[in-house]
């Protein structure tokens, strides 16, 4: 999943030990503020601790540079952190090492979810909509509001993908979290999802990098858009009159994976073992609000911390995305959307 924009290439500056490689550790992330904040929870530490010479890089998705190091043995990645589905993919194609979970220590205080074949989870995030406070007399809450435009008018910005636009629809219809893949897994229960989005169709604005929904709800150009929670809490920190909806928001993991045949796959798996940390974990999310996978740092943040993330109260109503359906069915999926965005 994208999150921020391209970050500069950076090293850090630490005295390099150990073996003579001919490159150093890197690791490839989202970029902009997020990598910031796991420079400063993971990866300074870990330098430090190491004696490794950290270069970063940014991550933009897929699996291409994955392959490419795959076929030409050329592995220029030690750790990259992706979305569950590519790590899936990727860890099913054979890029990615497997995780020795008992040597890094089992993984029982991470959330299940985290604990993978191919990779760790490391951040929750929360997927919702947001609206500019100043703009409606009483406040949306939920996503039969979003779909309101009689009641809530404006138009409607949505990403130009299926994925959990498929699920905010059935959520929106009246389709109870705990059964949204169920039904969507049925041929009526997708015609019912586009029916939905049929009734705001004409009112959607498309947006492709997480910046752009502050920007049209700040400027009015949207009523309401869907977003990541930790744009819109950052934004609303920086003074923007903004506010993100809880309910019914969908939550989905980034997690770490080793490119398969890293030089530095020793190293990699210690860093592992740092970025499972409560308090580091900890450290992270006060700079970046998004939520630990290690169920000990709930309780070592201060409550105004825990009310901007994905977790406790937040999450009690949220509907876990699925990177098992999207596997199975995200190309046909897929083609069905690119059909009726064009119609």
């Known amino acids: 999943m994208r999150h921020f924009g391209s970050a500069t290439i950076s090293a850090l500056a630490v005295i390099c030990a150990g073996p003579a490689i001919a490159r150093d550790f890197t690791i490839a992330a989202w970029g902009g503020n997020y990598q910031d904040a796991q420079r400063a929870a993971y990866f300074d530490p870990f330098a430090k601790a190491q004696g490794l010479t ?31 589905t590519d790590a899936q993919l990727a860890c099913d194609e054979g890029l990615l090492e497997e995780i020795d979970w008992e040597a890094l220590g089992g993984g029982s205080v991470l959330l299940p979810g985290a604990v993978q074949e191919c990779a760790v989870g490391n951040v929750v995030i929360g997927n919702g909509f947001a609206y500019n406070a100043s703009a409606f007399p009483e406040a949306p809450k ?56 049929d009734t705001i169709k004409a009112e959607l604005q498309f947006w492709e990098a997480g910046s752009q929904p502050v920007e049209w709800l700040v400027a009015g150009n949207v009523g309401m858009s869907t977003a990541y929670n930790g744009r819109i809490i950052t934004a609303k ?78 999450i009690s109503t949220a509907l876990a995305y699925s990177d098992a359906f999207w596997i199975e069915n995200y190309d046909a999926l897929k083609e069905r959307w690119s059909s009726w965005v064009v119609q």
């Open 54 to 84: 950290i270069l970063e890089t940014t991550y933009l998705g897929g699996l291409a540079e994955l392959k490419a190091m795959g076929d030409t043995g050329n592995v220029t990645w030690d750790l990259v952190m992706m979305g569950g």
């Open 142 to 197: 939920d996503w039969a509001d979003f779909f309101n435009l009689e009641k809530f008018p404006g138009k409607r910005g949505m990403t130009n993908n299926p994925t959990m636009n498929l699920e905010y629809a059935l959520m929106a219809d009246g389709v109870p979290p705990a059964e949204v893949y169920a039904v969507l897994s049925t041929p009526e229960g997708v015609d019912r999802a586009f029916a939905k989005l």
């Open 237 to 314: 920190k920086e003074g923007k009159p903004l506010e993100f909806v809880w309910n019914n928001h969908v939550y989905n993991m980034d997690v770490w994976a080793v490119p398969k045949d890293s030089p530095f796959k020793d190293q990699a798996f210690e860093f592992l073992k740092v970025a499972n940390d409560a308090a580091a974990q900890v450290k992270f999310s006060e700079k970046m609000p998004y939520g630990p996978t290690n169920t000990g740092a709930t309780a070592m943040m201060p409550a105004e911390v825990v009310a901007n993330l994905p977790m406790g109260d937040n």
